[in-house]
Every structure is written in C-alpha cells, then in structure tokens.
C-alpha cells in the first residue's frame, strides 16, 4: 500500500467517509475483513508483509499463541494486533491516541467478539511507561509508529523494559535498521532476528541480546 503523509502522532487527519479494509490472513477469523479508518498517516501492514512477519513470529513461539501476550503500541488499523488475537494469543493489547481510529478498533473488536482483545486510547509513550512501571509485561511487541518522526529510537528502549524473557518486538519503519557497524546507541541492545523489505516496507524481528535482557 502507498505510504501517506506522516502526520504528528493521534493526528491522523479528517477520517473520509468510505473505509479501508483489512483482511486477516490466518488463524480463527481467516479471510475476514475489517473496515479501517482511512485518515492520513494510517497504513495498514500489508498481506505479503504480515504473512512472513507471523511466520518468524510461528518459529520463535512454536505456534503456541495461546501462551503469548501480545501489544500493538500504535495499533492504528488494527492489522497486527487482530491477525495476533485471530491466531489465539492470550491478550492483545492494542493501543492509539486517535480517538476515530480507537472507536473503529472497538467496533471491530465487538464485530469479531474478540474476548482476548483490549483497546486503550492515549500517548503510547506515556502509557507504555505506566505499564513497565506496573511490571506488565508481553512476549510479542508490535511497532509501527508514524513515519518520519523518529518514534523507533524513542519507543524501542521503553519496549525493553515491557519485554518478558525471550520476547522479541516486531518493527515496520521507512528504512532499514543499521546492522554491525555504525549502530545508534538505542539500537545496541537489540539483535536482528530477520529482516526484510517489500516495497517502501522495511520490516524487522529484534529481540534483546542475552546479556542485555
């Protein structure tokens, strides 16, 4: 999908009368489809991007979702945090500040019955720091924050902190992240798992060093 305009974070523009759609492509609620905001700065991952991402994700659990719990700290669309829920992680945590783009998470949480699924609204720095500070934790980490406003280098640190053991956080940007040398220090702690890229999509498996978890 054609990347749009990045906009301030929760500022996702006028949301325009017709929806998007996403398609979930496995678990319980494969093939359904689910009404998106279509507001600037929202970008739904793409299928072929979301299919190889769950794969790495299957190798590293085992398939054995109904152990993991999972939070979509920009959640926007919902792409991630459902096709997580449809393939039966044990809670997802999906959260974003734009109030339209909560409300149409909800619905679509009530539409898919989605008992495992928790929509929150608010600042994702702000409230992954409260959940660290409570010692709430997950195994999987959705990030794809808005584009072009250095979100990664913030929010990879505070996802260190909300990592159980062996968790790993998925992360979606408009560039690759650097690998060997050269490496900023917000990245040092992390290993790349995978990595890929697909159209203007570069997308990533990290997970902490060993003697950095």
């Given at each position: 999908m054609q990347r749009k305009p990045a906009k301030p974070q929760g500022q996702h523009g006028r949301p325009r009368l017709a929806p998007q759609q996403v398609r979930i492509i496995g678990g319980e609620w494969k093939r359904r489809l689910l009404p998106v905001l279509d507001a600037l700065g929202l970008r739904p991952t793409p299928d072929r991007v979301r299919e190889t991402v769950f794969n790495w994700i299957n190798h590293q659990v085992g398939s054995d979702w109904n152990s993991v719990d999972s939070l979509?700290?920009?959640?926007?669309?919902?792409?991630?945090?459902?096709?997580?829920?449809s393939r039966g992680?044990?809670?997802?945590?999906?959260?974003?500040?734009?109030?339209?783009?909560?409300?149409?998470?909800?619905?679509?949480?009530?539409?898919?019955?989605?008992?495992?699924?928790?929509?929150?609204?608010?600042d994702a720095f702000v409230v992954a720091r409260d959940m660290a500070a409570r010692g709430q934790r997950f195994d999987v980490i959705f990030l794809d924050p808005p584009y072009q406003q250095d979100?990664?280098?913030?929010?990879?640190?505070?996802?260190?902190?909300?990592?159980?053991?062996?968790?790993?956080?998925?992360?979606?940007?408009?560039?690759a992240l650097p690998d060997g040398k050269d490496m900023p220090e917000w990245l040092l702690p992390w290993e790349q798992v995978r990595a890929d890229k697909a159209g203007m999509v570069y997308y990533h498996l990290l997970k902490l060093h060993e003697n950095k978890a």
């Open positions: 979509d700290l920009f959640a926007g669309s919902g792409a991630l945090g459902f096709e997580a829920a992680a044990r809670s997802v945590v999906m959260l974003d500040f734009h109030g339209p783009a909560a409300r149409q998470l909800e619905l679509n949480k009530e539409t898919l019955k989605a008992q495992n699924v928790s929509v929150l609204r608010g979100f990664i280098a913030k929010a990879l640190p505070l996802c260190a902190d909300l990592l159980n053991e062996g968790g790993m956080v998925y992360v979606e940007a408009e560039f």
